[in-house]
C-alpha cells in the first residue's frame, strides 16, 4: 500500500474526504451486457484510496467493460457505483451521472491522443474544461509535461509522436486533470516489451507521487504484480480471486488462477490423509505429498481428483540427500534448458514430471540422480475448473 | 470528296486528312456542272436505296412527329430511315466537323433555317436534286435555283397566352404591346440557336421601331429550347406571353382542347420557311431523294403538317385547325444572300443572347 | 478515401528515378491515359486561345481575346460558383447530419435510412431536376399546388426556377456522396477519441465541435471538394431549372453556346477552362488544408462507432432524416410517376384517367428510345466491366508493383474528376473527329468517354478494395506454389468480389443516368438514355419524358436491388 506515502506538493487535492475514507470507489453487484451478452456477472469490490487496483484476466473477461462502466462509458444493466461516496450510477435508484461529470482520468489503451491538437492542447483540455485561468493551465500542463519528460514536445503537433511519446502525453493529459481517480485500460499493450517495462515503471513511480486511487487494466500478470497494490483476477465476467499480488502468486485458489498468474506445476491425484501437521497429504503418483499447514483440499475435477499447484520456482534440487522431513524425493534430470537469467529443468520424482526454475548455478547435467525438496508450504491445494 | 468540300482555312487540316479526304470518294460538287446538273434530276432508283441502308435524316422538329411520319415513309416507301433532332448550331458544326474527316453521317437536313442551306449551297455542301413535285412550289418556297432546298412547311410564329392566366383585354394586339412593363420576366422566346428567333429578328429589325430590341430586351424575356416549352410553361401558368410561338403549338393546343389564343398582328407575323435538302457526301442518294420526293409530294405534304399541324407551302394541301396562312400577312426572310450573311448571324446571336440574359 | 488517392505523391529522389525501372503495368496504362485525357485537354487548350477561324481544329491564330470576351459574362462564373458554394454547404450540412444520424445515434430506423438515403445519387440529377420542376413550380408545381390549395391564396410557398431552388436540387442529390464519404470517416474514427473528451469533462456539444468535427474535416473537406467540382460541371440541374429563368452558370451557357449558330466554341473553350482552373484551385486548396492531416485515413480499421442516445432530439432527427427521403425520394419519383400516366401536361388526378401508354410509347413505340434504352444498358454494362476491368489493372499496378511511376498512374487517373464532363466530352468529341479510325458516330467513342470520365471512381473504387486485401494472403498462395494465374484466380479475385460488384453497379448505375458526357457524343445511330430524357424535355411533352425518366429510374433502382442481393450489405453507392 502506497496510501500512507507523503502527498507531493504538485499532487491533486483528492478531496477533503480522501483522507479519512477507505473505500474510494465501490462497485457492488456490478452486471453488464452487450447485445444481450452478459460480459460482467453480479461483480462487487472496491478500491481504497490512493490504491492502485488492478483488473487481471484474459480477454473477453469483462475488466475492460467493468472499467468502461466505472467510468461511464458504458451503461450496466444493474448494480451500484459509488465514487468518493458519490453514487454515480444505480440501477435501484436510476442514478447515471454522465462520464463528463464523474472527474476521473482514464488512459486508454489506444491512448486517444487527439491528433488535430499539439500536445499542449491535448494536456489542457481539461482545464479548459474546468475554466482554469490560462495562466494556470500553462503553468500545470508545462509541469505535468515535465513530469512525463516531454516538456521538450509541448509545442508539437500530436501526430507523429511515437508510441511511447503518446502514452507520456496521455498520462500527463490524465493528471493534469486532477480527477478523483485513475482509470488506464491496457495502457501498455501497444508498446514493445522494453518500452512497456520501462513505462511501467514510470506509472508506478506517477503513481507514488500523486497518490491516486486507480484501477488498471490489464491482460498481463507480470504487469500487474509489478504495478499494484492489489489484484482482482478475472474470468468469464466472475471475480475468480483478489488479493494482494504475492499472496495470489503463493496461493493461488484455482486451476485458472495458477496457470494464469506465474508458472506452476498442476500436479493431480487423490486425498490420502491428513498428515502430521493436520494438512491433508495427497497422493500423486508413487508420491505422497503433503500440502501447505491449515489448507484444505479444494473442489475436486468432475472425476473426483484433486489438484494441487507447486511453483515451479520453490522446489528444491540437491546432489546430496536433504537431512529428513516431509517431501522429500529422490528423482533424476531428464532434461535442462538454459534461459539465459534463469535456467529450467524437467525433472522426474516418483509423482511424475516437475517443471523446476533455478538459476544457472551448480547447474545439473541432463540424466543427473538428484534429491528433490518441495517445502509443504508451497504446495496449495486448488480448486478445479 | 475533295479539298474544295473542306471549307476551312489552309493548315487547319493536315496532309494526312487531305490525303484521306482526297482518297473518300466523289461528290456532286467535283464534277463538271453539267453533269452534276443531270444528276440532279436523275429518277432515284428504289433498288439502289435498298442497298444503300437506312437514310439518316436531321432536322430540328419535334421527335416524336418526324418519327410517326417517317414511319409512314418507310411503310410506302420501303427505304428505312434514321432520325435526330439537332438544332442548327449542333448539326453545323457537326457537319463541319464530318466533312473534315470526310466522313458524313446525315443524308438529309430538315431545318428552320434556310439561310444555313443557303451557307452550305454556297460551300458545295449540298447536293442538287429536283423534286418531281417542284412546280406546286412557288419560288418564295424553294431555293433560287430549284433542288437544292425547299420547303416543308411555313413555321408562321405568332405571339401566344393562356386566357385563363391572361385576360383577353390585356392581352398584347401587336408586337411593340410586348414592351409593357407589365410582361416584365414574362415573355419566352426559343435561344439564339433556334432558326425561327434568327428569322423573326431578321424580318423585324427593319419593320419595328429601332430600339425595339432595346427596350425588349429590358422587358428580361426568357429564353427556352423549343418551343415547345414555351406553350408549356404557358399552359402551366408559368409564363404569361409566348413572344414568338412556332404555329404548330397552337394547333396541337387545339386539337388537345387546351384553351390557348394565337395572335397574329396586323403588320404580320414573322415566319420561316422550314427547309429540306440533301447533303453533300451523302452515301445514300438514292434513299434521300426518295425522301425529299415523298415529303415535297402532296401526300407527304398532307400527311407531315396534319401530323404536326402546320401549314405547307402548297396550295393544294389544307390542314385541320390551322390558320388560314392566305388570309394572314406573313413575314418571310426572303433576302437570302443577306439572311445567309455570317456577319449579320453573329449580330443577331449577340443582340439575342444578350436580350435573354445570356 | 478520394483525398488520399489524389494526394501529390512525393517525387523519388533524382538520382533513383534515373535508376528506377518503369515497369509495363505502369506506363501502359499512362501512356493510354495521358492520350485519352491530354489531347482533348490540348484542343480544348488550342480553342480557347483561338482567335481566328471559331471552327479550326487545332486554331491557327492564337490570342486572349476569348478570356475577354468572357469579362462580360463574369455572371455565368459567379453563378456557376454561386450554386457550386451554395449547394456545397447546404449538401455537406445534410450530409453530416444523415451522416450523423445514421451511425452516430439511437435514431430509430437508422438501417432503413441508411440504404434509402444512398438512393438519390444514383437516380441522378437528371430525374431530380426533372421531378423538381414539376413538383416546384411556382403556378402549378405540385407542392405550390398543394400550398395554395391549403393556404387558400394564390402566392406560392417557393419557386424552384432560381438560384436557391437550383441550390436545393443540386444539394439534395449531392447529398448522398456526403453521406457515404463521412459516415465511412465516422466508422473508421477511433471512439475513444471521443471518449476521452467526455472522461476529462466534455459535455455532448464540446466533444462533437471540438474532437468529432475536428476529425471529421478531411472527410468533410473532401467531400466538399467532390460535391464542389461536382456541382460546377453539372448540367441537367442549371439547364433545366435555370434557363428559362435567365440564370445562366457556366455549363448552361456553353450549351447554348454550342447549339446558336454560328457556335461560339473558342468562347466555350475559354469558359471551360475557367472552369478546370477553378476546380483545380479548390483541388489545391483542400489539399493544402489538409496536408498533415490525414490522420484519420490512417487508421484502416474499422469501429463500431459509439452511438448516443439523442433522447428529446431523436423524433427531430428522425422527422429531418425522414424529410429527406420524402424530398430526395419519394415526393421526385411520386411527381414522375404521377406526370408519366398523363395524357397531357396537365396533371389529372383522377386515376380514371391515367395510361400506361406513355410508358408503351418510350419503351415499344418510338425507335430512338427504344434504342436509347438498350443502349444504355450496353454501355452500362460495358463502362461497368471495363471500368471496373481497367481501374482494377490500375489499383494493382499502383498498390501492388514496385514500378517507380505508380504515383504519377494514380493521380493521372483521377484527374478526370477535375474535368466538368460537359467540357471534357466536348474535347473528347474533337479528338475523336481527328483520329484516322473511325469511332465517330460509334457506341464504342460514347463508351470510350464514359471509361475514361468515370475511371476516377472506378479506380477508388478498386483501390479501396485493393489496398484492403492483405498482401499476405496473396504470398501465402503462392508460397503454397501456386502460379500467379491461379493466385489471381483463387485468391484475388474471390477476395475482391464485393468490392468488383459494388463498383461494377456504380458504374453501370452512373452510365445509365449520364448526360453530359453523352450529350454531344451521342448521335442518330447511338441514341442514349441521357441525351433522349434531354431531348424528349426539350419538346416530347411532360407525360412521356416522365415516362421515360421513369424508365431510366427503374433500371437504376432493379440494379440497386440486384447488387444489394447478391454483394450484400457492404455495398454502398
Known amino acids: ?252 485458489r484455482t486451476r485458472f488462477v495458477a496457470d494464469f498468474i506465474g508458472a506452476a506445476n498442476i500436479l493431480v491425484g487423490s486425498v490420502e490423509k491428513a498428515g502430521a501437521s493436520g494438512a491433508p497429504v495427497m497422493k500423486i503418483g508413487e508420491a505422497a505429498i503433503e500440502c501447505a499447514p491449515g489448507s484444505q483440499p479444494q473442489k475436486p475435477a468432475s472425476d473426483g481428483r484433486h489438484m494441487i499447484a507447486v511453483r515451479t520456482v520453490y522446489p528444491e534440487l540437491r546432489r546430496e540427500p536433504f537431512a529428513g522431513g516431509a517431501n522429500v524425493w529422490k528423482a533424476t534430470v531428464r532434461r535442462r534448458v538454459l534461459l539465459g537469467d534463469i535456467v529450467s529443468y524437467l525433472v522426474e520424482w516418483p509423482g511424475g514430471e516437475l517443471r523446476i526454475q533455478s538459476f544457472p548455478r551448480d547447474l545439473f547435467d541432463e540424466g543427473e540422480a538428484v534429491h528433490l525438496h518441495i517445502a509443504p508450504a508451497h504446495v496449495i491445494p486448488i480448486a478445479a475448473d | 470528296m475533295t479539298k474544295r468540300t473542306t471549307f476551312s482555312p489552309s493548315g487547319t487540316l493536315s496532309r494526312r486528312k487531305l490525303l484521306l479526304a482526297a482518297g473518300a470518294g466523289l461528290a456532286a460538287s467535283s464534277l463538271p456542272r453539267s453533269r452534276a446538273l443531270a444528276e440532279a434530276s436523275a429518277a432515284p432508283d428504289p433498288k439502289a436505296a435498298a442497298a444503300e441502308g437506312p437514310v439518316v435524316v436531321w432536322h430540328g422538329d419535334q421527335e416524336a412527329d418526324v418519327v410517326k411520319f417517317l414511319q409512314i415513309f418507310t411503310e410506302k416507301t420501303g427505304v428505312q430511315t434514321v432520325q435526330q433532332r439537332l438544332l442548327p448550331g449542333a448539326a453545323v458544326p457537326k457537319l463541319e466537323a464530318e466533312f473534315r474527316t470526310g466522313n458524313v453521317s446525315a443524308d438529309t437536313y430538315m431545318t428552320s433555317d434556310a439561310g444555313i442551306m443557303e451557307t452550305m449551297r454556297k460551300q458545295n455542301r449540298l447536293v442538287r436534286y429536283v423534286p418531281k413535285e417542284i412546280d406546286a412550289f412557288e419560288p418564295m418556297y424553294r431555293s433560287d435555283e430549284p433542288g437544292w432546298y425547299t420547303s416543308y412547311y411555313i413555321n408562321a410564329g405568332p405571339m401566344m397566352y393562356d386566357p385563363r392566366f391572361v385576360k383577353e383585354a390585356e392581352a398584347p394586339k401587336t408586337w411593340t404591346d410586348l414592351l409593357d412593363p407589365k410582361w416584365q420576366g414574362q415573355i419566352g422566346f426559343q435561344n439564339a440557336s433556334a432558326g425561327t428567333s434568327y428569322a423573326f429578328w431578321f424580318v423585324m429589325r427593319e419593320l419595328l421601331p429601332k430600339d425595339f430590341f432595346e427596350k425588349l430586351t429590358e422587358r428580361k424575356p426568357r429564353a427556352y429550347s423549343s418551343s415547345t416549352q414555351i406553350q408549356q410553361d404557358i399552359e402551366r401558368g408559368n409564363l404569361k406571353i409566348g413572344g414568338r410561338v412556332s404555329i404548330f403549338q397552337y394547333v396541337k393546343a387545339m386539337r388537345a382542347g387546351n384553351p390557348v389564343k394565337a395572335v397574329f398582328p396586323e403588320m404580320g407575323t414573322p415566319s420561316v420557311n422550314q427547309v429540306v435538302g440533301i447533303i453533300g457526301g451523302t452515301k445514300r442518294p438514292n434513299g434521300s431523294k426518295i425522301f425529299i420526293d415523298f415529303l415535297t409530294s402532296r401526300e407527304g405534304q398532307q400527311l407531315w403538317n396534319d401530323i404536326q399541324g402546320s401549314p405547307s407551302a402548297r396550295k393544294d394541301v389544307s390542314v385541320e385547325h390551322v390558320p388560314n396562312i392566305a388570309t394572314t400577312k406573313l413575314l418571310l426572310p426572303l433576302k437570302f444572300d443577306e439572311y445567309q450573311d455570317p456577319k449579320l448571324r453573329k449580330q443577331f446571336v449577340s443582340v439575342w443572347n444578350k436580350m435573354t440574359g445570356l | 478515401m478520394k483525398i488520399a488517392a489524389v494526394e501529390p505523391a512525393a517525387l523519388p529522389a533524382a538520382g533513383r528515378r534515373a535508376r528506377a525501372h518503369v515497369g509495363i503495368e505502369v506506363w501502359m496504362p499512362l501512356v493510354l491515359l495521358t492520350g485519352a485525357l491530354g489531347y482533348p485537354f490540348f484542343l480544348l487548350i488550342t480553342s480557347a486561345f483561338n482567335v481566328g477561324d471559331p471552327q479550326a481544329l487545332p486554331a491557327v491564330e492564337y490570342g486572349f481575346t476569348n478570356f475577354v470576351d468572357l469579362t462580360s459574362h463574369l455572371d455565368w462564373i459567379y453563378n456557376t460558383l454561386l450554386i457550386a458554394t451554395g449547394g456545397t454547404i447546404l449538401g455537406i450540412t445534410i450530409g453530416i447530419g444523415l451522416a450523423w444520424t445514421i451511425h452516430r445515434t439511437t435514431v430509430p430506423g437508422r438501417n432503413w435510412f441508411e440504404l434509402l438515403v444512398a438512393i438519390p445519387y444514383p437516380l441522378g440529377p437528371l430525374v431530380g431536376a426533372l421531378a423538381w420542376s414539376q413538383l416546384g413550380a411556382p403556378r402549378d408545381g405540385l407542392i405550390n399546388r398543394a400550398f395554395m390549395w391549403a393556404t387558400g391564396g394564390n402566392s406560392p410557398l417557393f419557386d424552384i426556377y432560381t438560384p436557391l431552388g437550383i441550390i436545393f436540387v443540386e444539394a439534395i442529390f449531392e447529398a448522398p456522396v456526403a453521406v457515404l464519404i463521412i459516415g465511412a470517416a465516422m466508422q473508421r474514427m477511433d471512439p475513444s477519441l471521443e471518449e476521452s473528451s467526455s472522461i476529462f469533462g466534455g459535455g455532448k456539444w464540446r466533444t462533437a465541435i471540438k474532437i468529432t468535427l475536428p476529425l471529421m474535416l478531411p472527410a468533410i473537406l473532401s467531400a466538399a471538394l467532390f460535391m464542389f467540382t461536382s456541382i460546377i460541371g ?340
Open chain 1, 1 to 252: 500500500m502506497v496510501g500512507s506515502t507523503a502527498q507531493e506538493k504538485t499532487a491533486p487535492a483528492a478531496g477533503p474526504s480522501a483522507a479519512g475514507a477507505t473505500q474510494y470507489i465501490e462497485v457492488r453487484g456490478l452486471t453488464a451486457a452487450y447485445d444481450d451478452k452478459v460480459v460482467v456477472k453480479d461483480i462487487s469490490f472496491s478500491v481504497a484510496s490512493g490504491e492502485h487496483l488492478s483488473l487481471l484476466g484474459p480477454s473477453g473477461c469483462g475488466k475492460s467493460t467493468t472499467l468502461r462502466c466505472i467510468a461511464g462509458l458504458e451503461t450496466p444493466i444493474a448494480g451500484e457505483i459509488v465514487i468518493d461516496g458519490v453514487p454515480v450510477f444505480s440501477s435501484r435508484k436510476g442514478i447515471n451521472v454522465p462520464t463528463e461529470k464523474r472527474k476521473l482520468s482514464m488512459v486508454f489503451q489506444s491512448y486517444a491522443i487527439w491528433p488535430h491538437m499539439t500536445v499542449f492542447e491535448n494536456v489542457a483540455y481539461a482545464l479548459r474544461v474546468q475554466r482554469v485561468r490560462e495562466a494556470e493551465i500553462k503553468a500545470r500542463v508545462a509541469e505535468v509535461l515535465r513530469m512525463v519528460g516531454m516538456e521538450d514536445y509541448m509545442m508539437r503537433p500530436a501526430t507523429n509522436l511515437s508510441g511511447g511519446q503518446q502514452q507520456r502525453v496521455a498520462l500527463a493529459r490524465s493528471y493534469a486533470a486532477r480527477p478523483k481517480a485513475m482509470l488506464l485500460d491496457e495502457p501498455l499493450s501497444n508498446l514493445d516489451a522494453r518500452l512497456r517495462v520501462r513505462m511501467r515503471e514510470e506509472i508506478k513511480e506517477l503513481q507514488h507521487r500523486f497518490n491516486l486511487s486507480t484501477i488498471y487494466v490489464t491482460h498481463d500478470q507480470e504487469e500487474a504484480m509489478a504495478i499494484s497494490d492489489r489484484i482482482i483476477i478475472m474470468r468469464e465476467g466472475n471475480i475468480e480471486q483478489a488479493g494482494k499480488p504475492l499472496d495470489i502468486y503463493d496461493t493461488p
Open chain 3, 234 to 573: 453539372s448540367f441537367a440541374i442549371p439547364t433545366i431549372l435555370g434557363t428559362s429563368a435567365r440564370f445562366y452558370v457556366a455549363t448552361n451557357a456553353i450549351y447554348v453556346l454550342f447549339q446558336g449558330y454560328p457556335p461560339n466554341y473558342p468562347l466555350a473553350a475559354a469558359l471551360g477552362l475557367v472552369l478546370i482552373v477553378i476546380t483545380g484551385v479548390a483541388v489545391w486548396l483542400v489539399q493544402r488544408v489538409l496536408r498533415g492531416r490525414s490522420y484519420v485515413v490512417v487508421t484502416g480499421r474499422a469501429y463500431r462507432p459509439r452511438q448516443v442516445d439523442m433522447r428529446g432530439w431523436t423524433w427531430p432527427l428522425f422527422a429531418l432524416a425522414s424529410l429527406y427521403v420524402v424530398i430526395s425520394l419519394v415526393l421526385p419519383l411520386g411527381a414522375l410517376l404521377l406526370a408519366s400516366v398523363q395524357t397531357s401536361s396537365d396533371l389529372a388526378f383522377d386515376p380514371s384517367t391515367w395510361t400506361l401508354a406513355n410508358y408503351k410509347y418510350v419503351i415499344v413505340d418510338f425507335p430512338t428510345t427504344r434504342q436509347a434504352i438498350i443502349n444504355s444498358l450496353i454501355l452500362g454494362v460495358g463502362t461497368g466491366t471495363l471500368g471496373v476491368a481497367c481501374a482494377t489493372l490500375i489499383a494493382i499496378a499502383v498498390h501492388r508493383s514496385k514500378s517507380s511511376g505508380r504515383k504519377l498512374l494514380e493521380q493521372v487517373t483521377m484527374l478526370p474528376q477535375a474535368f466538368p464532363r460537359l467540357i471534357f466530352a466536348f474535347g473528347f468529341l474533337w479528338m475523336i473527329l481527328t483520329l484516322p479510325i473511325q469511332l465517330y458516330g460509334t457506341l464504342l467513342a460514347v463508351l470510350l468517354a464514359y471509361i475514361v470520365v468515370f475511371l476516377p471512381l472506378a479506380y477508388r473504387g478498386m483501390s479501396g478494395v485493393v489496398v484492403q486485401i492483405d498482401s499476405a494472403l496473396e504470398e501465402a498462395a503462392r508460397v503454397g506454389g501456386a502460379s500467379w494465374s491461379r493466385v489471381l484466380r483463387t485468391v484475388t479475385v474471390p477476395l475482391l468480389r464485393s468490392g468488383i460488384l459494388a463498383t461494377w453497379a456504380l458504374l453501370f448505375m452512373v452510365s445509365v443516368r449520364e448526360i453530359s458526357a453523352s450529350l454531344f457524343l451521342s448521335d442518330a445511330h447511338t441514341p442514349v438514355l441521357g441525351p433522349a430524357i434531354f431531348s424528349f424535355w426539350d419538346s416530347g411533352g411532360l407525360p412521356r419524358v416522365s415516362a421515360l425518366a421513369m424508365v431510366q429510374a427503374l433500371i437504376i433502382l432493379i440494379a440497386l436491388y440486384a447488387v444489394r442481393r447478391w454483394a450484400g450489405r457492404e455495398i454502398k453507392v
